[in-house]
């Protein structure tokens, strides 16, 4: 059992019949003696899901949306959040993917960016994440990974995603 929002507990007392009115003044009284607390649930789901899934800002507020955490109060304890934090997260999952990934240079470096790109770092961290790590890798890798314009991508995944939601 895990801690559920406001908006999660009345949608439970609304399937289970209860009327608005008095899952309301239940609400309200469990606000009052501090069971329910969007915002440290909110702090407490980014940490957790952060590092127990690795997943980026963009994809936590989308979870906490989902979950009925007010926007400003997601807001808040996503900005607990560093971008640097952020981006030494996205080059650990990097790394721990790359000691498996076998095949051709170029393949491996869409795989992980798009493993990246799923739970919701933007295309720059992602980009930059996963040119570090196949330099490292070995000297093929290097090779290129050298030939990566990472900003010029990034801008371009940029374009291609705006574009997405604008038609989508």
Do not use: C
């Not at 009052?32 to 690795?54: K, L």
């Not at 650990?92 to 240079?105: D, H, N, S």
Request: no cysteine; glycine share 8%.
């Amino acid at each position: 059992m895990r801690p559920r929002t406001r908006a999660e507990l009345a949608g439970a007392l609304t399937k289970r019949g209860i009327s608005e009115e008095v899952a309301a003044q239940v609400l309200d009284r469990y606000d009052e003696v501090g069971i329910i607390d969007d915002a440290a649930f909110a702090r407490a789901w980014v940490s957790s899901r952060h590092a127990g899934r690795g997943l980026a800002r963009r994809a936590l507020a989308n979870e906490l949306r989902q979950r009925g955490v007010d926007g400003e109060v997601a807001s808040e304890a996503l900005g607990e959040l560093s971008e640097e934090a952020e981006a030494e997260t996205a080059r650990a999952l990097v790394e721990r993917k790359l000691r498996t990934a076998r095949g051709e240079p170029d393949a491996v470096f869409r795989r992980l960016v798009g493993m990246l790109a799923r739970k919701g770092y933007p295309p720059g961290v992602a980009i930059r994440a996963v040119k570090e790590a196949l330099a490292a890798q070995s000297a093929e890798a290097a090779e290129f990974a050298e030939q990566i314009d990472a900003d010029a991508l990034a801008e371009a995944e940029g374009e291609i995603e705006r574009d997405g939601r604008a038609t989508g």
